[in-house]
């Protein structure tokens, strides 16, 4: 055998053999592009030796892209999610018609040949050259399947795809050069199994499993002989033969393969015959792709978790590195949802309001102690049509959110109480929370600069009725503005934003609350969310856990199975247990015999907060159990509905409170999604009513001993409460008697000074 020259270079002899093949691989171009036959020797004459020669020798079977499941806490399906709808599969896995099928049709020398069949080449150059065109290709299963890897590779850029697909001699010589690699490396079964599973079967199906399924509803490796010379029928062009939009086209070209199986005699004309004779049997399945597809109303949930994986670092470095794990696919997400829970909140949200009402409502559930989201969901489905939203109400802007998050009203002021026991003032601290007052100017702000009061703002109670003095535990009753603003006047600002540091609470949009006294009343967006995990420090006695969605990962690539990094909750103590045990104190009297009562569960500990905005364009119940916390917001995500003489679920409704209709939603969601749960208690803490004689207009001892904790005495009991512009009792129904400037909500001018939402 000759060899190499002393200089390194090729003997003669091989030259001359090395440029005869390349130009029988000029041919093999030829015979795929619209070029003239005689062109090939001059290709190879000017310098395709050199060029073949300089295509590197690493091409690397692509990950291919593949459907994503998503599965609740306890391993049922949630949805399925994909940029390309494929499951790969063992070629043991594949029906043997399958296999045989697709060599007949489109490679019937497959087993003979090389990565090149020269007697394919010369059948389509002889044929082209008499058709002047592309009459006939010359491809080989293996060439195709290189093909297959540069478009796959290329993903959904079409710049890329181009590319991978364009009519140049260029790219079909590196084909041919990848082909020979492949030959060499993978043989012919698995050739096969990956041809199989990379090609596009048209109707969103890639690969031969996603194909059968779509089609026939079955796996691959049951397709019978008349179903599998249909699929292989399709590959040459998916759109032509769609079984679905052309049956009449479909049933030629799957005849046409059964007849082709038949002359290579991987079939008998007997059987070729009798398949002829059968119609298609579809039995179609319709794509189910997306969070759209979502069971139980958990498309938000869903797509909050895609949002989850597409922005934390831990899936990769950049936004685009997270992508492309998400578009590759294969992954297996096991989630915390609970399916218990998530079909508790979608039973209570139909039930009480309905998706065609003018506002809409948005329920969360967290579990206190690990920050895990056990339900979501909101009375407009996932959708795009009327009535629907592709908006999750629950979540912030960044993560999905339709809007900065809802004003919270009174339920942000357990927090203001909280920083201000944990600054050492006791339970029992009074202010004189006149009817109106100035806001308290100065007042100390983290800063050196402390906030003034320069424009003279005034903040009034809700009713004429209500002025001090009070104590902590009625003024959290009846939501007593003068009071926390006092609150806030006397300890300063910046533990209070310290306390809510701690509990994760920020805007809707991600930023800061203002640091203004206004911030006692709630009237910057919360996301629904950020409300139930803050709320789940106070149930867990004071520790503040990060929500999270996310179980474990597992993601198939290649055959091979391995596991991801997920994001793991993060808990920290944001107040002491006997600052939060005080707090689950002063919200469990709301329950037990404030008008939170319509929100009460009567089996188990339960503590909550109503809240009603300026104009009752938002109510809230804010609520939880020591082992589950839930936040229910009730309004219009536009903010322009007034919930005054309004019909909600069918039922009229004058005006709308915390306790009305968020109330009974939280009270049946969590009912449902703690059925057969352990029922813990809290640690109460007994707060002596003030021993005075006032407010007789507003109730009386009627309610001690309502409720779960009645039998634990007057510690746990508020007499004649107001809570959310609510008598006890349905005397009275006071109507907000001061507005939000005009911007206020969202990008306000005032710095957040003016007066903030209602109870």
């Given at each position: ?82 940029s390309r709808d494929r499951t790969v599969v063992d070629l043991k896995d594949i029906s043997p018609y399958m296999q045989k099928a697709i060599v007949a049709i489109e490679d019937s020398r497959f087993y003979q040949h090389g990565a090149i069949d020269l007697k394919g080449i010369l059948r389509a ?305 009074e202010y004189s929370s006149p009817n109106s007052m100035l806001y308290p100017s100065p007042v100390q702000t983290c800063s050196s600069k402390p906030w003034t009061n320069q424009a003279n703002e005034r903040v009034p109670n809700e009713s004429a009725s209500e002025k001090g003095p009070y104590q902590l535990k009625e003024a959290m009753a009846k939501s007593v503005n003068t009071y926390f603003v006092q609150m806030i006047s006397d300890i300063g600002l910046c533990p209070v934003m310290n306390q809510i540091d701690k509990l994760g609470v920020v805007q809707g ?251």
């Amino acid at each position: 055998m000759p060899k190499k020259r002393s200089g390194g270079g090729l003997s003669p002899t091989q030259q001359a053999a090395k440029f005869l093949g390349v130009s029988v691989l000029a041919g093999a171009v030829m015979a795929g592009i619209a070029l003239p036959a005689a062109g090939a020797l001059g290709l190879a004459a000017k310098g395709s030796v050199q060029g073949f020669d300089d295509i590197p020798d690493n091409l690397k079977s692509p990950s291919l892209s593949q459907r994503t499941t998503i599965l609740d806490s306890k391993g049922g399906q949630i949805a399925t999610v994909y940029s390309r709808d494929r499951t790969v599969v063992d070629l043991k896995d594949i029906s043997p018609y399958m296999q045989k099928a697709i060599v007949a049709i489109e490679d019937s020398r497959f087993y003979q040949h090389g990565a090149i069949d020269l007697k394919g080449i010369l059948r389509a150059v002889n044929q082209n050259a008499q058709n002047g065109g592309v009459a006939q290709g010359a491809s080989t299963l293996t060439q195709q399947l290189v093909k297959n890897y540069f478009v796959e590779e290329a993903g959904d850029d079409p710049t890329k795809v181009a590319q991978a697909t364009q009519q140049t001699i260029g790219r079909k010589i590196r084909e041919l050069k990848y082909a020979i690699q492949l030959e060499e490396k993978l043989g012919k079964k698995k050739i096969l199994e990956n041809y199989l599973n990379i090609t596009f079967f048209g109707e969103q199906a890639y690969g031969i499993e996603a194909a059968s399924q779509r089609y026939f509803s079955k796996p691959a490796k049951n397709l019978k002989l008349q179903e599998a010379a249909l699929l292989a029928g399709i590959v040459q062009s998916p759109s032509r033969y769609d079984p679905v939009n052309d049956e009449e086209e479909a049933l030629k070209r799957r005849n046409t393969v059964l007849q082709r199986m038949a002359e290579v005699h991987d079939i008998s004309q007997e059987q070729a015959d009798a398949a002829k004779a059968t119609k298609l049997g579809l039995h179609v399945s319709q794509p189910k792709n997306g969070c759209i597809t979502a069971i139980k109303g958990a498309g938000f949930f869903c797509k909050y978790v895609e949002h989850v994986f597409l922005s934390d670092p831990v899936f990769g470095k950049t936004k685009e590195d997270r992508a492309k794990v998400w578009n590759q696919g294969g992954l297996t997400i096991r989630t915390t949802l609970d399916p218990q829970s998530q079909a508790s909140i979608q039973a209570s949200l139909k039930k009480h309001v309905w998706k065609s009402d003018k506002v809409a409502a948005a329920a969360t559930l967290v579990e206190p102690g690990t920050g895990k989201i056990l339900g979501m969901g909101q009375s407009k489905p996932y959708g795009y049509g009327k009535n629907e939203t592709e908006y999750n109400y629950s979540v912030n802007y960044d993560m999905g959110g339709s809007n900065y998050g809802f004003p919270t009203g009174s339920t942000f002021k357990p927090f203001v109480a909280a920083a201000a026991l944990e600054q050492g003032r006791p339970a029992t601290q009074e202010y004189s929370s006149p009817n109106s007052m100035l806001y308290p100017s100065p007042v100390q702000t983290c800063s050196s600069k402390p906030w003034t009061n320069q424009a003279n703002e005034r903040v009034p109670n809700e009713s004429a009725s209500e002025k001090g003095p009070y104590q902590l535990k009625e003024a959290m009753a009846k939501s007593v503005n003068t009071y926390f603003v006092q609150m806030i006047s006397d300890i300063g600002l910046c533990p209070v934003m310290n306390q809510i540091d701690k509990l994760g609470v920020v805007q809707g949009n991600g930023d800061k609350l203002p640091e203004v006294p206004s911030i006692a009343l709630g009237a910057k967006g919360i996301s629904p969310l950020t409300m139930a995990t803050a709320y789940a420090a106070f149930a867990s006695r004071g520790m503040y856990c990060t929500p999270v969605a996310i179980e474990s990962i597992s993601q198939q690539i290649g055959g091979r199975e391995k596991s991801l990094d997920v994001p793991k909750s993060t808990c920290s103590r944001a107040m002491s247990e006997p600052t939060a045990d005080t707090v689950n104190s002063l919200l469990s009297g709301v329950i037990d015999s404030g008008t939170g009562q319509q929100a009460g569960l009567a089996d188990r500990d339960n503590a909550g907060k109503t809240g009603t905005t300026d104009s009752r364009k938002n109510a809230w119940f804010v609520g939880y159990t020591p082992n589950l916390s839930g936040a229910v917001w009730v309004g219009s995500a536009t903010q322009q509905v007034r919930m005054e003489h309004i019909v909600i679920g069918g039922v009229y409704q004058d005006k709308v409170y915390g306790g009305q209709v968020p109330g009974p939603i939280w009270r049946d969601l969590m009912t449902g999604a703690l059925d057969g749960k352990d029922a813990p208690s809290f640690n109460l803490i007994n707060i002596p009513d003030p021993d005075k004689n006032k407010g007789q207009d507003q109730g009386d001892d009627g309610n001690k001993g309502r409720g779960r904790h009645g039998g634990r005495g007057n510690g746990n009991t508020i007499n004649g409460n107001t809570i959310s512009g609510q008598s006890d009792g349905g005397v009275t129904f006071p109507t907000p008697s001061f507005s939000l400037p005009d911007g206020f909500i969202q990008g306000n001018t005032n710095n957040g000074n003016g007066n903030g939402g209602q109870r």
